[in-house]
């Protein structure tokens, strides 16, 4: 069970990046919209592993929203408690020349999800919320979501969204964790810096002393590492090797959804295929993985 929001992503690839005011004609290479948000491309990740899956959240009611809705129940994720209010679904633009992506996220009067709005229902059954830091955007949001969460008897995994998003609430975030309510944090090397204001390895230390179970901070193509709560030893988990990285979009997201899956089967490779998860999406276009990178995947994760 995830809470963001839902975004959908317009992608185009060129050659070259555009100086400003230039028009590229004619213009070589692709243009694709998927269905994105990082809470989404962890759970259709999860759905790819087999794993059943709910996401909470809001879309908007139009035309993008439609398109998202559809696009993830072909993925087989679980969308029907999804809110859908008046308003536009979040749009970003992405222009992918040879590697190096150009962002921009247009959220301006998009519905968003009120905590009052999240009930008890909404986690029954569930073994895990896995919830973003976006949350703290909606004051008491996440915060309700670990609430009912515990209350339904899930653990819980919190994702730390962004470093704009750690620096804007490092102290809510702070509180969230030392309360004791979370079971895993993940995070990446950037975020790691902003949480504890050091190393990576001083926010992942900070993260696996008040999680319940453990901590990961993710290193890029330098892999991740993992640390137990209670243990001296970090443990660092190199990248996949062979990887030829297309478009780094998701890497974080597939990551969190591979390595959540080993953690449901009680596995201890989790980070591992943690890696292999980040290692495969990395080599496609986006954060959705095609027939081939699941298939790269599958045999990675069966030593093939
Ligand atoms: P985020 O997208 O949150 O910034 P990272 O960039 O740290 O996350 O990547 C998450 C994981 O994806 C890494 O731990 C690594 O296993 C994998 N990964 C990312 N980039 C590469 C790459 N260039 N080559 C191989 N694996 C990668």
Redesign the pocket.
Known sequence: HRVELSEIQHILTTASAPAAGELAVPLVGEYFSKAGGSAANTTRGLAGFGIRTQLLGCRGFDEWGAFWASSMKRAHVGVERMAVKQGPTARSCILSCGGQRTMRTCMAGCPRLEPQELQAEDFEGAAWAFLSAYCLYVPGLLERAIELARGAGACVALELASFEVVRAFSESIKSLLESGAVDVAF????EAVELAGGSPEQGLDYMAQHCRRLAVV???????MIKETGADDVVA?P??AG?K?VD????????AAGFLFGLLNGMDRCGEI??????A??QTLGAEMGREQWSWLHQRMHGE
């Open positions: 995070c990446n090397e950037d993710t290193l890029g193509e330098k892999g991740c988990m990248a996949c990887v990285a780094t979009t998701g890497a974080g997201d597939l990551f943690g890696c292999m998860a980040g290692g999406v990395v």
